[in-house]
């Protein structure tokens, strides 16, 4: 593309076209071939993919060894369906990721296809499995864009915005996210902790009645959110007020599991044990893939009948997952997270102490592993999406957003997000240190032209 015998065809101009107006875009680069950190456009532009497809490709793009088991696999059988037999290819893979998730009573899945499919998995069994119906989500959660999840999701109005009637039975409670309460970056994580249990407990009198709440969820690193790491005191809190009432904990780790903050599964770190572990993105590096993980005992909970669906875990998805967690263990990814993370952030916190004007922008670096956010000092434009966020507000419109731009003028992607003013990392777990310091001079450089501009 653009082909031979069409020398003039403009893809991306046919995207514009024939592609839904409901998606947005960060660039209108067209995507032909990935390998490893960079992705290559159809007019042969070279891109630094610090975005992993949303933290999709945790071991780069089209991983060798995840490519040859999902070939080898379309030449075996594509479509074992789920409700008609049980399929080979994902026996092979559940004997693989049971025993790396982060609790051995974790031992029953089911698995489906996208995120939100799995979340909305989550959704049913607490329901079913405790006979309660409301479901309380974290102010500023991100779980989806179907109809239940978009529901569940408040970290914009933007993805709910005009769709309703959503799902009702959805509350919603505060996160130890200092830019929620309207406090400074260095507020105590204790207060924090101690405020939003306290608003989870005000919940639970005044909003909805333990005996009618079946589950708690949260992302133990916000994503969409801020990138904010819950502490682990917020994390044991929840499991304490879960216990006394007979609520489902569900961690959501769509977008923080894999090894992304440096452990298989963030909650991990904290040693709470949720009840119901929801996880996606980049268990099959870029092949379509989720699923949820529970006890046997509340998995049984379910009649048989009312879990499937045509493509629930798809053999060639379940070939390259378990291709995954081999490379994971022989590759040792982990260890690259624990350095390259340290190189990230050593070079964002020295630019944010650096005393520059570009540095003073920064007001907070945050995250674990390579799940790593940067939040700028503006604290009054709350922006509904990157095109919105980049408009001029009061003469000047998020930082973050103007950075991202800059950095594809120099064939780098990068994410921001929330609504606050907020950049996202979410580099290939493989990346290497070169590339790294590449990713870090361009961001210095994009940001370093933003600052010169205000
Ligand atoms: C934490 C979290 N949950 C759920 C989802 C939804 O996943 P999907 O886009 O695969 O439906 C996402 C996607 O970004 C996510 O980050």
Request: contains cysteine.
């Amino acid at each position: 593309m653009p082909h031979a015998n069409e020398p003039t065809f403009d893809a991306a101009a046919f995207g514009e076209q024939h592609i839904t107006k409901g998606i947005g875009r960060l660039t209108k680069h067209v995507f032909e071939d990935g390998k490893g950190s960079y992705i290559t456009t159809d007019k042969g532009v070279k891109l630094l993919d610090m975005t992993s497809g949303i933290g999709v490709c945790n071991l780069g793009h089209c991983h060798p060894k995840v490519s040859e088991a999902a070939a080898k696999q379309c030449m075996k059988i594509t479509h074992a369906q789920v409700n008609i037999g049980f399929s080979a290819a994902q026996i092979a893979l559940l004997r693989e990721l049971i025993p790396i998730l982060p609790h051995p009573s974790l031992d029953t899945v089911f698995l489906w296809n996208s995120g939100a499919e799995a979340v909305e998995a989550a959704v049913k069994l607490a329901r079913a499995a405790t006979k309660k119906q409301n479901i309380i989500v974290m102010q500023g959660s991100y779980h989806g864009r179907t109809c239940a999840t978009a529901a569940m999701t408040r970290s914009k109005t933007i993805y709910g915005e005009g769709h309703g009637p959503l799902m009702p039975g959805i509350f919603a409670t505060a996160f130890p996210f200092y830019a929620q309460f309207g406090l400074p970056a260095d507020t105590p994580i204790d207060k924090l902790v101690e405020m939003s249990l306290f608003q989870l407990k005000l919940t639970l009198s005044q909003q909805t009645a333990p005996s009618d709440t079946a589950a708690i969820i949260l992302e133990p690193v916000l994503g969409e959110g801020g990138y904010v790491p819950a502490p682990p005191a917020f994390l044991h809190g929840l499991r304490k007020i879960c216990d006394e009432h007979g609520i489902l904990l569900i961690c959501d780790e769509v977008q923080s599991g894999f090894g992304r903050t440096g452990t298989m599964f963030a909650v991990e770190d904290s040693g709470v044990k949720p009840d119901v572990l929801i996880f996606a993105k980049g268990i099959a590096n870029g092949f379509p893939l989720s699923g949820i993980a529970s006890t046997n005992e509340i998995m049984s909970r379910q009649k048989p009948g009312t879990m499937g669906g045509t493509y629930a875990g798809n053999a060639v998805a379940c070939a390259a997952a378990k291709a995954v967690i081999e490379v994971f263990r022989e590759e040792k990814v982990l260890d690259n997270v624990a350095a390259r993370s340290k190189q990230l952030f050593g070079f964002l916190n020295n630019l944010k102490n650096s005393g520059s004007k570009a540095g003073n922008l920064i007001q907070d670096v945050r995250g674990r592993g390579l799940m790593v956010g940067v939040q700028f000092q503006d604290a009054d434009i709350i922006a509904q999406s990157q095109n919105e966020a980049a408009r001029k507000k009061g003469g000047a419109g998020q930082i973050a957003p103007k950075v991202v731009q800059e950095c594809v003028k120099r064939d780098m992607l990068l994410l921001s997000t929330s609504v606050f003013d907020v950049l996202r990392f979410i580099p290939p777990l493989t990346i290497s240190e070169a590339e790294m310091q590449e990713a870090c001079r361009i961001f210095g450089e994009s940001l370093e032209a933003v600052a010169k501009e205000l």
